[in-house]
Structure formats: C-alpha cells, structure tokens
C-alpha cells in the first residue's frame, strides 16, 4: 500500500461500456468534490501524447481488448498520488476491469469502501454509445469495437462485481432513466457512506 494514498476514500465506478460512468461520476465531482479518475481517459491521453506506448496503447484499445494490467494501474496510482493532498476521495471511474485488476490494486493502492454497479441494458448501450460515436471521435465507438467491448464486460468484468459483492459494499443503480432520476440514487449510495 501507498502511504500517501493510505486512508483515501475510494469509489470504484463499474458498468458495461455507455452505461453512463463518466456521466454521473461528472455529478458525483460536482456535488462531493471528489477526484475522477476514468482510466479509458487517462489511456486515451496517453495515445493523444503520440508517445510510443500510446501508439501500442490505441492498436489495443480499438480492438476493444484490455490493456495490460501495470500500465493502467501505473497510470492510476501516478495520478491519484498527484492530487493527495487536496483530494476528499477518489471515483475510479471503468477500473477494475477483471478480478485480478482489483486484486492488484488493492495490494498496490487500498480496499475501496463501495462500488457503485452503473446498470442498463446492452441494446441501451449499444444505442447510446453509436449516438456517442456520431459525435465523440472516439476509435473506439464503432459498432464491431463495441460488440467486442460489450463482451468482454459480460465475461471478465461482471464477475468483479459478484467478487465485492461478496463484501456487502456493491450498490446497483439502473440507469436506464434520466441522468438526473439516476443521479438521485448514485447520491444516496454516496451519503450511505461514512
Ligand atoms: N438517457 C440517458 N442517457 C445517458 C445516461 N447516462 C449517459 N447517457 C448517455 O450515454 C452515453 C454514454 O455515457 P458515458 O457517461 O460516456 O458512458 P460511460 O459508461 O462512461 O462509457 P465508456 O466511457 O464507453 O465506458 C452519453 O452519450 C450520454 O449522454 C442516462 O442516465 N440516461
Ligand atoms: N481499466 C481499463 C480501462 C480501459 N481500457 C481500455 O480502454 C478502452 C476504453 O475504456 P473506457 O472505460 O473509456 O470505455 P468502455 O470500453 O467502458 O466503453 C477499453 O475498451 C479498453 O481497451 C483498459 O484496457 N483497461
Ligand atoms: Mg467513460
């Protein structure tokens, strides 16, 4: 554990791709003051750099493939260490993506106190996320790469939140309503907390 990060609140945000994560952890900042951290985001800078990494980084991500464990949880860790000092807590916004991925960040950052379960439908992803595309410039947002993302989170990330379910600390929130009808329950998980 990192000594800086050792008694941060943490938040890990989980749901399919275009369930609605960044959408209200962009709330969440607004009404707590947390820190947001998207790991897609912090990626997505890392190919804007034009470095070589990013350059390996952007050939998997528009595969919709997982990027090796360290890099993104390097990536993570840097930035939370970055903002400890004034930070109330962290949303660790598409982050664990697998089990092993929050094992790992456990052993290397800290537990997180709740996970919020960001819940919709695939189609409803589906069609928000093609809606996305037609704006977002993202690679990413095309319809072969976002069947492949959506698979991938039915195999590898829904079994992350039956893992901390286990704990009593996952809340569901359906967000197949109006941002701010979901928002509404996101807070009350949030003021839950203590
Ligand atoms: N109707 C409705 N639309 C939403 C809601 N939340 C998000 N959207 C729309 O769905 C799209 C995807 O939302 P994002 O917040 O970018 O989703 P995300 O989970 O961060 O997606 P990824 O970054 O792909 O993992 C956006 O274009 C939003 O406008 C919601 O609660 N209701
Ligand atoms: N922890 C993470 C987060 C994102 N990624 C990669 O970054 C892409 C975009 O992530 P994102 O969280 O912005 O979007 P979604 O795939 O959830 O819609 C993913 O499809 C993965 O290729 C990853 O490999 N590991
Ligand atoms: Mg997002």
């Known amino acids: ?18 369930s609605g994560k960044g959408t209200q952890c962009e709330k969440v900042v607004a009404k707590y003051g947390y820190t947001h951290l998207s790991s897609g985001d912090l990626l997505r800078a890392e190919v804007g750099s034009g470095s070589e990494r990013g350059k390996q ?13 360290d890099t993104v949880l390097d990536m993570i860790k840097e930035a939370m260490i970055a903002k400890a000092d004034v930070s109330k807590g962290y949303l660790i916004d598409g982050y664990p993506r697998e089990v092993k991925q929050g094992e790992e960040f456990e052993k290397k950052i800290g537990a997180p106190s709740l996970l919020l379960y960001i819940d919709a439908k695939a189609e409803t992803m589906v069609s928000r996320l093609m809606k996305r595309g037609e704006t977002s410039g993202r690679a990413d947002d095309n319809e072969e790469t976002i069947k492949k993302r959506l698979d991938l989170y039915y195999k590898a990330t829904e079994p992350v939140i039956a893992f901390y379910e286990g704990r009593g600390i996952v809340r569901k929130i359906d967000s197949e309503g109006a941002v701010d009808v979901v928002f509404s329950n996101v807070a009350k998980a949030i003021d839950g907390l203590k």
């Open 57 to 69: 980084l952007s050939a998997i991500m528009q595969r919709g493939e997982l990027v090796p464990l």
């Open 1 to 18: 554990m990192s000594d800086k990060l050792k008694d941060a609140k943490i938040i890990f945000v989980v749901g399919g791709p275009g």
